[in-house]
């Protein structure tokens, strides 16, 4: 049984995960929103994609790079997921400035619709286009760049490439930054974040650092020194 969102449910969110709604991705996975302590999550059964602000990899990644230093530039946000970022942006960082979102999944963007676009003030556009071929083709320049794509708890192997990376690089600002989230849960996901963030992100970007969250960490890189 789905519930709506309201006082009531958002109240007993505090007690309980409320379910609010499912969908099917286009990967034929199921997609769940739950209320959980009056913030929405969206998650596969394997992942979660977004908890508004309790998104905890970007909560602490965006504050590492003071995003009020962005706030009159253009963000890109490569998966966009239920909005996370651009809700942490305006309601911790008070900050409104224009996203662009990729998002590929249909079912997904109509859950954006739905359920987080209404509650923001900022100006979004959104596609529903691959970001690989995105970030080939724009000719826009971005401030920040956010990298969140996965299928399920994977980052597909076309944006581990270093070509991927340097095509984000050439659509940043020149004082632009980038943030990269990744599941570091396993030896053997945290052995392949850190032989990427070595061989691919350190080479391609300055200033690099990782940022260690529970299940994750974020990499954050910039266009010049």
């Not at 999550?41 to 990644?61: I, R, W």
Request: aromatic share 12%; with cysteine.
């Amino acid at each position: 049984m789905n519930f709506p969102v309201n006082i009531w449910t958002r109240l007993i969110s505090h007690i309980v995960q409320v379910p609010i709604t499912k969908a099917t991705s286009h990967q034929g996975e199921p997609l769940h929103i739950h209320l959980i302590k009056g913030r929405l999550q969206l998650s596969t059964d394997k992942a979660v994609y977004s908890f508004d602000d309790k998104y905890d990899n970007f909560v602490d990644g965006l504050k590492a790079i003071r995003p009020e230093k962005f706030r009159n530039t253009p963000f890109l946000i490569l998966g966009g997921g239920l909005g996370s970022v651009p809700y942490i942006l305006e309601r911790k960082h008070s900050i409104t400035p224009h996203f662009t979102i990729i998002e590929i999944d249909i079912a997904i963007i109509h859950l954006f619709n739905q359920f987080t676009k209404p509650r923001l003030q900022s100006d979004i556009d959104i596609h529903a286009v691959d970001a690989e071929r995105f970030v080939h083709n724009t000719s826009n320049k971005y401030g920040v760049i956010v990298i969140d794509l996965f299928i399920d708890d994977c980052i597909p192997d076309k944006f581990q490439t270093k070509e991927f990376l340097s095509q984000c690089r050439q659509a940043l600002l020149p004082h632009g930054v980038i943030l990269f989230n990744w599941m570091t849960v396993t030896k053997a996901e945290t052995e392949t974040f850190f032989a990427y963030k070595t061989y691919v992100f350190d080479s391609v970007l300055r200033k690099t650092k990782a940022i260690k969250t529970k299940y994750n960490h974020i990499l954050i890189g910039y266009n010049s020194q």
